[in-house]
């Protein structure tokens, strides 16, 4: 490519949702959390290695018969409050730290001898569950 010589309308995403396409033989629960396996399809929240925590789905996508990226989610960004674990707790001294992804609704402190993927940053917590912080990019580079 070279330089530009004269004006460029160049395009922008506006808006906070994303929209990615959902792995083989998986369905995602609206308001779950989603996230990226190693070959950059969205998958439901579990325990597993080699995935992260891209935000909370808008909306059901069942591909449970369907093949990589037959379908797409629609997912958000964002802070969202999910479950913590209750046997591997996260507490306050936790806050700003990477929390690791249980199941598509929650959240644990370790990586559970390396079993779990990161979901994101630690917000805050409060009675009902803990406020996880989801930027893709912020979580990886953590």
């Not at 399809?41 to 018969?65: C, K, M, P, Y």
């Not at 960004?77 to 936790?94: E, K, M």
């Amino acid at each position: 490519m070279t330089a530009l010589t004269q004006d460029r309308n160049t395009p922008r995403a506006e808006g906070d949702i994303r929209r990615g396409s959902v792995a083989a033989a998986t369905a995602i629960f609206a308001g779950a959390i989603v996230m990226r396996n190693a070959a950059g399809f969205l998958i439901e929240g579990q325990t597993a290695t080699g995935l992260v925590g891209v935000g909370r789905a808008e909306a059901r996508a069942d591909n449970s018969a369907g093949a990589n990226g037959d379908i797409t989610v629609d997912y958000r960004p964002g802070v969202y409050r999910f479950v913590n674990s209750g046997a591997d707790a996260i507490d306050a001294a936790d806050v700003g730290s990477l929390c690791y992804v249980v199941d598509d609704q929650t959240v644990a402190a370790t990586d559970g001898g390396s079993t779990r993927s990161p979901a994101g940053i630690v917000d805050h917590l409060d009675a009902q569950g803990v406020w996880v912080r989801f930027d893709e990019a912020l979580t990886n580079a953590s």
